[in-house]
């Protein structure tokens, strides 16, 4: 019995098949690709599902490898996949049938493929073998009766290589646009956060659809050109900002960057397109009587959301990294708290007694559960990490930015601005701005002097002394 699978092999090894929308009823799922995460020391391989023609259940069956784990490297392993998933469900809408013998099927489709019959090769000769002596090419003469006489052979009608596939069944088995991102996803899940995982699904999703309504004679992934990336940038523009545009500019050429060190498109188009230059949006520091006066609001009317800020002035953080802070990422006995920052994948802080003096008794909360919640301190909270940040960037909103009536300088952010320049101002009275920055940077967590110094100026933290009497 020939199976499905050696069908299949022999295939690619000649060429695929036309496809045939034959009507049938149903039987059989979607062959998929299977490539273990991009781990080239596990096995890649294809599988599918066929009803079972006994049970009438699908049942799964049995991988297809063919040689695709011999290959070294993620592109040849894909490729040769995809070929395999491309003809075997061609063949299973023609009917073949992994149930079944489906040889009387195969010689029936090569009747349809054979050669004309000028070009046909003529039928073997009869060869005598009782007269034939072994190796007769060894021997000095050939006697009549020693091999029968050879029959004339026709010309037989050149043979192309099996290895020069015409152009449009060659296009078959190339990556789809589609198919060629979600194997940049693939490779890159294991390597970046998942928000940022989502940020390229997202925009592939929008350049894909893009392409499609612009370009539609594009469809494969190296077909993407320089001035196309550049129009799509240009559309993104004019619909957004200049910093979104090069956010997509980034994500985008991150993906075409893993199709290109796997030689799957000769050339990272977006890598080749310029930056724009964004105005950041900067937060402005709070006066002191705005900021007494939204203390005092928060601690009649919303003392949790007022805890949460407190984290952000005091402890001088960022406003995610108060969201990813679980009850036992806090140390009471050492006064110390743990956290994901920024620009480092653990940092410890001390935890002032302007947080403590307010922080209500958590020994007896869940670890795990998240520290500030909408629920109160220490309360479940199932949700992600970005969502939690635009939770309480609507809360502030909502609660104080109404209230008040703040523009959009003012956030968040301008919390932990305030009050770094507040601190800042402190330690230069009574030290040089050297020692004082030297202080400051202990505290407020930077890596470096330079990268300290860059903040301060940016939020105007120095100020000089009058100057009046210089100029004069």
């Known amino acids: 019995m020939i199976t499905l699978n050696e069908f299949l092999t022999f295939e690619h090894e000649k060429e695929p098949l036309l496809e045939h929308n034959l009507a049938h009823k149903k039987k059989f799922s979607p062959p998929k690709i299977y490539t273990a995460n991009g781990d080239l020391k596990s096995r890649w391989y294809v599988y599918f599902a066929f009803r079972n023609p006994a049970t009438g259940k699908i049942e799964r069956q049995k991988n297809i490898y063919g040689i695709a784990n011999k290959l070294k490297t993620k592109t040849d392993r894909f490729n040769v996949l995809n070929f395999y998933k491309k003809t075997l469900h061609k063949l299973l809408k023609e009917g073949y049938n992994p149930y079944e013998n489906n040889l009387d099927r195969f010689l029936e489709s090569q009747k349809t493929c054979a050669p004309a019959s000028n070009s046909q090769i003529a039928p073997a000769p009869i060869v005598q073998k009782a007269t034939v002596k072994p190796y007769p090419f060894l021997q000095r003469t050939r006697t009549s009766d020693q091999i029968a006489e050879i029959p004339k052979v026709e010309p037989v009608q050149k043979v192309e290589p099996i290895n020069e596939v015409e152009p449009e069944k060659l296009e078959e088995t190339k990556m789809s646009l589609r198919e060629a991102f979600d194997f940049a996803l693939s490779m890159k899940e294991k390597l970046v956060k998942p928000r940022t995982l989502q940020d390229y699904r997202n925009r592939s999703k929008v350049f894909i659809k893009w392409l499609n309504k612009e370009y539609p004679d594009v469809k494969h992934a190296e077909q993407i050109k320089r001035k196309m990336a550049m129009d799509f940038l240009n559309h993104n523009l004019i619909k957004n900002t200049p910093r979104s545009r090069n956010n997509s500019r980034v994500d985008l050429g991150s993906m075409m960057q893993v199709l290109e060190d796997n030689e799957i498109i000769p050339v990272n188009v977006f890598r080749k ?16 009587k705005t900021l007494a006066a939204i203390f005092e609001y ?20 960022r406003p995610i990294e108060v969201c990813r802070l679980r009850v036992k990422d806090l140390d009471l006995d050492t006064k110390t708290l743990s956290f994901k920052a920024k620009n480092s994948p653990l940092k410890t802080k001390i935890i002032p007694d302007l947080i403590l003096e307010v922080l209500p008794d958590i020994s007896n909360l869940p670890g795990d559960n998240p520290l500030i919640t909408p629920y109160g301190i220490g309360m479940k909270w199932d949700t992600q990490i970005d969502n939690r940040r635009d939770y309480f960037s609507k809360r502030f909103k909502r609660n104080v930015k109404e209230k008040f009536k703040l523009g959009k300088e003012y956030g968040l952010y301008s919390f932990r601005h305030t009050f770094i320049t507040k601190l800042y101002r402190k330690l230069v009275e009574t030290s040089s701005p050297f020692e004082a920055k030297s202080v400051l940077m202990n505290i407020t967590g930077h890596t470096s002097m330079a990268a300290l110094e860059l903040y301060l100026r940016d939020i105007d933290a120095h100020l000089p002394s009058d100057y009046s009497d210089l100029i004069r």
């Open 298 to 317: 928060l601690e009649k009317n919303d003392p949790n959301l007022l805890l949460y800020i407190k984290f952000i002035s005091y402890n001088f953080m």
């Open 273 to 288: 397109t310029p930056v724009l230059r964004a105005k950041p949006e900067k937060n402005k520091r709070y006066d002191p």
